[in-house]
């Protein structure tokens, strides 16, 4: 005899399979928390490691990460993998290279979402979290110093995008590279309505 119980337990599992396989299926987030130390990620090395982190811990294995970072050792588009990447809820954010560095990229305040799928505060919330730490223009190079490679919380600067696509600087509905940082700090990283955090692409 099947019990609601039962029937309970069986949909509890399967919602339980679901998220295994949509979690799998992740390949694109926004860090949740800055590592602790503002810009200085141990340059690229510490922010892919850091990448590779926050997804194993929210159940995504079996992929190589990488930071969208650019630094004068290579450039952010070069280092993502050729796409398609798929967020934690699902959804698309970009089928290649040249998709996300497009108008027609899918990346917005809902769909540029955490390793665990929460959604970033953005403009207007409280705190404001949406400059996101890139080094890049809007075609994924290098522009300026990136905090001296990722390796200072000191004075520097770095670009960052919005992820909400809006608020101010030169280009300020870019994702990638609105305006760059007052400084490499936290505390300066804050003062303009971020947190120091980045974007992570699985590149396979």
């Not at 300020?172 to 400084?183: D, L, Q, V």
Request: proline share 2%.
């Amino acid at each position: 005899m099947i019990t609601k119980l039962m029937v309970a337990a069986a949909l509890s599992l399967t919602g339980a399979t679901l998220a295994s396989a949509q979690d799998a299926d992740t390949s694109f987030f926004i860090t949740s928390e800055n590592p602790g130390n503002g810009a200085d990620l141990g340059g690229l090395e510490g922010a892919d490691a850091y990448c590779t982190t926050l997804a194993e811990a929210a159940g995504v294995t079996g992929k190589t990460w990488a930071a969208y970072l650019s630094s004068a050792e290579q450039n952010a588009r070069d280092r993502i993998g050729t796409g398609p990447w798929m967020n934690a809820a699902g959804v698309v954010v970009a089928q290649s290279v040249e998709d996300l560095h497009s108008d027609s990229n899918n990346l917005t305040k809902e769909t540029a979402i955490s390793e665990a799928g929460a959604v970033i505060n953005g403009r207007g919330d409280t705190p404001n979290r949406h400059d996101i730490l890139t080094g890049s223009d809007l075609d994924g190079n290098l522009v300026g110093d990136a905090c001296e490679g990722w390796t200072t919380s000191g004075e520097g600067s770095a670009m960052v995008g919005h992820h909400d696509r809006t608020g101010g600087g030169d280009h300020p509905t870019a994702w990638n590279s609105a305006h760059p940082s007052r400084g490499c700090g936290m505390e300066a990283l804050q003062g303009t309505g971020g947190d120091g955090l980045f974007y992570c692409f699985a590149t396979n």
